[in-house]
């Protein structure tokens, strides 16, 4: 008889599509965040009925005008909810499995941790670009459209929407002109407006006083009823001013429109990262707390989406290393997690903004050193 010896065989890893296991976890995974979701969902909604109720039912506001409010404080919301609703959810789902040996069976059987989590790190990845278009699509419409419904419905008047718009100035990236709104409308005609032209080395070139203005798309301003009066080279003393009845600028000479005037006066908060972008591109000598601000701000709205996807990242070797510890330590690691992210992203964010620290390790750092903090868990569960 020849001796043998029995050599373990070493299961092959598997990477490919395994419709049962993904269709099983994907489905597990789906019935917790949709759980989580309406939870955190119900919660927000009555924190805004208890903050916001009261100013309608003052105001004597129907029932559709409120609902249209609350339906349009739901998407900021949202944005919120989803990176804690899809770590908790992973917790959960793989805290479950771990519970019941299903990992375990699952790695034994050559399927590494993150291809038993490759559905839901599908899920991941689809909520980020979701989390994206919340941020810069969807969010700044329909918290401006509910602030204006409230303003307009509440006690304050809708003139007061109104003043909002009024005595506003701008001045170009250039520095070349300022302009001066006594009533700015975005989508039509502005009333009693003034634009100064400044020449390179400060001074006063001429400046236009006009009854009303109007913005043509491709073509330029449109000044009606119009002072026209130009000044000397030192720009100290106006010469004889011109009345006309009209009188027009091109883009070339005045290239700033109607929103380029609005997004310089909203909130940097407020703007899309394209129109950053673009501010930060035209403008000239931008103070430097003012260009801390712009890019700490539109680091972190690049690397806030991602939080959704970093959820999934940090969740599931986390909630293998307490799948003996149960459901329950799994869902408070996870809470725990979570909040000291929100903590250090909002602590960056503001010394990023007053320029304590560099606006990109203000925007990307907490983001980044929590992908490392999962990296390092993904090396130490293989060992």
């Known amino acids: 008889m020849e001796n043998s ?16 296991l993904d269709y099983y976890i994907l489905r597990e995974f789906m019935i917790h965040l949709s759980v989580l979701m309406l939870a955190f969902v119900l919660l927000f909604i009555i924190g805004d009925v208890f903050n916001d109720l009261s100013d309608f039912l003052d105001a004597k506001t129907s029932f559709s005008i409120m609902a249209n409010y609350f339906l349009l404080k739901l998407p900021g919301n949202i944005r919120f909810i989803l990176p804690i609703s899809v770590l908790l959810a992973c917790m959960w789902t793989m805290a479950k499995f771990g519970k019941n040996m299903e990992v375990t ?39 401006r459209e509910a602030e204006v419904l409230k303003t307009a419905m509440t006690n304050r008047s ?38 100064k032209s400044f020449r390179p080395d400060g001074s006063l070139a001429w400046d236009i006083t006009a009854q009303t203005t109007r913005f043509i798309p491709k073509k330029g301003w449109v000044f009606e009823k119009v002072s026209y009066t130009p000044y000397s080279l030192d720009g100290l003393m106006p010469k004889s001013s011109q009345h006309l ?12 429109t ?25 403008t000239k ?24 996807f970093l959820a999934v990242f940090l969740g599931l070797p986390l909630a293998t290393k307490n799948e003996r510890s149960g459901i329950m330590l799994a869902v408070i690691s996870a809470t725990a997690l979570i909040v000291v992210y929100m903590i250090a992203s909002q602590i960056c964010l503001v010394l990023g903004k007053q320029g304590i620290i560099n606006p990109l390790i203000a925007g990307l750092g907490p983001t980044a050193g ?12 293989r060992s």
Request: overall charge neutral.
């Open 285 to 308: 000598n931008m103070a430097s707390r003012c260009e801390a601000i712009f890019l700490t701000v539109l680091y972190y709205r690049i690397a806030f989406p991602w939080s959704c």
């Open 245 to 256: 009845g009209s009188f027009e600028k091109s883009l070339k000479e005045v290239p700033e």
């Open 258 to 282: 109607p929103e380029d005037i609005i997004n310089a006066v909203k909130d940097v908060e407020e703007l899309p990262m394209w129109v950053i972008v673009d501010i930060l591109h035209k």
């Open 105 to 143: 069976a699952m790695r034994a059987s050559g399927i590494s941790l993150f291809r038993c989590g490759g559905s839901v790190l599908a899920v991941g990845l689809f909520v980020t670009g979701i989390n994206f278009w919340f941020n810069e699509n969807l969010v700044p419409n329909t918290d």
């Open 5 to 20: 010896k029995e050599c373990p065989q070493i299961t092959p890893r598997r990477w490919l599509f395994l419709p049962t």
């Open 370 to 381: 929590f992908i490392i903090f999962g990296w390092y868990n993904v090396i130490k569960s």
């Open 158 to 195: 809708r003139q007061k929407t109104m003043e909002l718009q009024r005595m506003l100035t701008f001045r170009s990236p250039d520095k070349e002109r300022t302009w001066l709104f006594r009533s700015f409308n975005a989508n039509g005609e502005h009333e009693y407006v003034t634009l």
